[in-house]
């Protein structure tokens, strides 16, 4: 019965995939990214706990991904990936005050010896530690996320070697503006500048 179900249902979501990525091309957007991770449907089915399938879409690693590569395959359409972005298994656990795991690091250097593409990597970089990383060769791109919302000129700063502001994670997913818009550029911080402004009238 599950498998007979996965044969209708699963289809049909990997084709909501390729109409969402349909939908962006033609809205404008050079490309999009299929997100596997975080938790979202395609992580749920990676994960061997969220994971309890019993047919072709479960219980082995090759089956659990079975789905992810449907969608891929789906929406480049032979096209190839023009890039693989992973989180940092390292760095991140230390920036979120957990020891990492020796395991995902082993993966992470697996998936660099076989991915022939570009690979980004993100979470928990600082400058000397993305530096770092691309000068051993480990990535090609480093991201940055939460450095990047705590600071508006963050490319500025790190030409500049200048302090960083730190970012508040108790602000996160507020649906506000604070946390958001509200930290201050260097020029604003030595009053060259306004501070932000936040215009509420679009509420």
Known sequence: MAGAAASVELPGIVQQYVRAA???????????EIHAANGYLLDQFLSSSTNRRLDEY???????????????????????????????????????G??????????????????????ILAGGFGLDTAEGWLEQGRADLIAFGRAFIANPDLPKRFRLRAPLNADDPATYYGGGEKGYTDYPTLEQDAGEQPMPCVDKRWR
């Open 98 to 119: 957990r020891v990492p795991d020796p395991r995902p690091m082993r993966l992470l250097e697996l998936v660099r010896k076989l991915f022939r593409g570009p690979l």
């Open 58 to 96: 479960g219980e082995t690693v090759a089956n659990r991904a079975r789905l992810l590569l449907d969608v891929v395959r789906a929406v480049s359409n032979e096209h190839g990936l023009a890039y693989l972005h992973l989180v940092n298994p390292v760095l991140a656990a230390v920036a979120d």
């Open 22 to 32: 349909k939908n962006a091309v033609e809205a404008g957007f050079d490309g999009v």
